[in-house]
Structure formats: C-alpha cells, structure tokens
C-alpha cells in the first residue's frame, strides 16, 4: 500500500516519466548576463578610433602619392619648356641663317656696314688691308656710289679680291692686327648666347625666392666683329 508523501512546498515544473528508465538529470539553466554598457561603449569608441586612424593613414598615403605626382609633372613641364626654348633658339639661328644667304645670293647684304663695324678697332693712321670675295668688292663699290666710304678717314687702305673667302666674309689685316668676319660664325655665337642665357635663366628660376631682388647676376656679353 502506497504511502502518502507530504512535501513541504509546491512543486514546479512536474514531469512524469516512466521509472523503469533511468533519470536524466537536467544542467541548470545559467542565467544570461547582459554586458555593461559602459564597456560596450568604450570597445565601440576604441573601433571607431582605430577606423579613423586607418582612414587618416590612407589620406595622408593618397597625399603623399598625389605629391610626388604633382613634383614629377612639374619636372616634365620644366623640362618640356626648356626643350621647347632650345628647340626655338636653334629654329631662329636657322631661319636667320637661310634669311642671310638669301640676302648673300640677291646681292642685298649691307657690306658697308659689316665693314665699318670691322674697322672700329682700328686707329685712322694705322695701314689697312681688307679682303672680300671678288663678287662682295662689286657689290660693295655699287652700293657706296655717291656715299662716302667708311675708309675714307684711313691714311693707307687697301681693298683685296680674294676667291678663298666664302660670301659675305671679310678679312683685315693691320700689322700685328688681324679680324675675321664670318656670318656663319656671328650666327654661332649668337646661338651661344641665347643658350648661355637660357641657361642662365633656369638657374635664376632654380634659386630660392628671397625677399632681396634688386642684385641679380647675368652672363657677360662680348661684342664680336
């Protein structure tokens, strides 16, 4: 005869099994603890600062690249630029040269004036001897018709056909003194001087701007018959 159990509260929860298996018995149910909020914030402030420094990483990077990108198209620009004056220069000696020897071949070259420039140098009671081609004596006599000749002052002067010398050429001779004319040669030394300038001009632009700009150096410049 079964005997009555008193309990000594309520129960919960009852399940009824059968007792011929065997009982499991049940983990307890642990109690889910919320996290603190206060943590929760400071992790999400300490990713959001992470995030931010990556980003300025990446800016500063993408500046730095963009830099180095802008320096190297200013150095091809520069250099583009002083291409591009060169390549001027040597367009205007050329041009110059032709325009000449287009002068030369139409018997248009102001010989008198290459002549008067030549003898500068000279003193009036010096003896003097000047060379042209056979052609330029010609043309020289033709063009100083009726015009004083820029000799006129020389006590001993000499005009002298010589075929060696190319058009346009001249030659004094005055004692110890001799003078060489030569277009080409003038032309070449005028292409020296634009190019010395030009140089000169890179080399002004490469110096660090300074408040004092008053002073500034340039190359010397010669006169050459």
Not at 3 to 22: A, F, I, M, N
Not at 51 to 64: G, I, M, N, P
Not at 105 to 125: G, M, T
């Amino acid at each position: 005869m079964p005997h009555p159990v008193r309990l000594p509260r309520l129960l919960k929860s009852v399940t009824l099994g059968d007792p011929r298996q065997p009982v499991v018995a049940k983990s307890p149910q642990v109690e889910s603890r919320q996290p603190d909020k206060a943590q929760v914030d400071q992790e999400k402030a300490a990713k959001l600062a992470e995030e931010e420094q990556q980003t300025l990483s990446q800016l500063l990077d993408a500046f730095r690249t963009l830099d180095e990108q802008i320096g190297e198209i200013e150095q091809r620009r520069k250099q583009s630029l002083v291409e591009m004056q060169q390549a001027a220069i040597e367009l205007s000696v050329a041009i110059a040269s032709r325009l000449l020897h287009e002068t030369i071949v139409a018997d248009e070259l102001a010989l008198e004036n290459i002549v008067a420039e030549i003898l500068k140098p000279l003193d009036s009671s010096q003896a003097v001897m000047l060379r042209l081609h056979p052609t330029d004596i010609t043309l020289l006599t033709r063009r100083l018709e009726g015009k004083p000749p820029p000799w006129q002052d020389y006590n001993t002067f000499q005009l002298v056909g010589d075929k060696t010398l190319q058009r346009g050429e001249c030659r004094l001779d005055s004692g110890d003194i001799g003078i060489v004319s030569q277009i080409e040669m003038q032309l070449t030394e005028i292409r020296q001087q634009l190019l010395e300038a030009l140089d000169h001009a890179q080399i002004e632009r490469r110096r660090p701007q300074t408040g004092d700009r008053t002073l500034r150096r340039f190359p010397d410049r010669r006169e050459t018959a």
